[in-house]
């Protein structure tokens, strides 16, 4: 077992080449570029002992250091972020509505609040007159 991984680490380290990975948030690292699977671009960045599987979607591309592009963003790639981002979008979008919708139903609060209000006053300024009014002093004498 022990000879097979020095075999597995010697092919790993005698194929992994000199590289710049660049992420798709402009992101950049130097190291060792190892494989592109499915889902991962393995990648060894400098001065780190293991190599790291960095999601596809991550990485906008690899570049070795004679120039070559191992790795880009396909456009199969980017619709899916467009999808994604489509998404995100729409999401936000309904959360802008509920908000506005919020300030309606916080503005048609404030008229029902207004409203009781102008009823209260109107109860209370009935209610005043029909007890005798203002300035009704209930059997004091005035002055002039």
């Given at each position: 077992?022990k000879k097979l991984l020095t075999i597995l680490l010697l092919f790993v380290s005698?194929?992994?080449?000199?590289?710049?990975?660049?992420?798709?948030?402009?992101?950049?690292?130097?190291?060792?570029?190892?494989?592109?699977?499915?889902?991962?671009?393995?990648?060894?960045?400098?001065?780190?002992?293991?190599?790291?599987?960095?999601?596809?979607?991550?990485?906008?591309?690899?570049?070795?250091?004679?120039?070559?592009?191992?790795?880009?963003?396909?456009?199969?790639?980017?619709?899916?972020?467009?999808?994604?981002?489509?998404?995100?979008?729409?999401?936000?979008?309904?959360?802008?509505?509920?908000?506005?919708?919020?300030?309606?139903?916080?503005?048609?609060?404030?008229?029902?609040?207004?409203?009781?209000?102008?009823?209260?006053?109107?109860?209370?300024l009935i209610d005043s007159f029909s007890m005798g009014g203002f300035?009704?002093?209930?059997?004091?004498?005035?002055?002039?």
């Amino acid at each position: 077992m022990k000879k097979l991984l020095t075999i597995l680490l010697l092919f790993v380290s005698i194929n992994a080449q000199d590289a710049l990975i660049i992420t798709i948030g402009g992101s950049q690292a130097y190291g060792k570029f190892i494989e592109v699977t499915e889902k991962h671009v393995v990648f060894q960045q400098s001065g780190i002992p293991v190599p790291s599987k960095i999601p596809k979607m991550s990485v906008a591309r690899v570049v070795l250091s004679n120039g070559d592009v191992v790795y880009m963003l396909t456009d199969e790639m980017t619709n899916e972020f467009k999808e994604k981002r489509k998404k995100i979008l729409e999401e936000e979008r309904k959360n802008s509505l509920t908000i506005e919708e919020n300030q309606k139903l916080s503005e048609s609060g404030k008229c029902i609040i207004g409203c009781i209000m102008a009823v209260v006053v109107s109860y209370v300024l009935i209610d005043s007159f029909s007890m005798g009014g203002f300035g009704d002093l209930s059997g004091h004498e005035t002055a002039w």
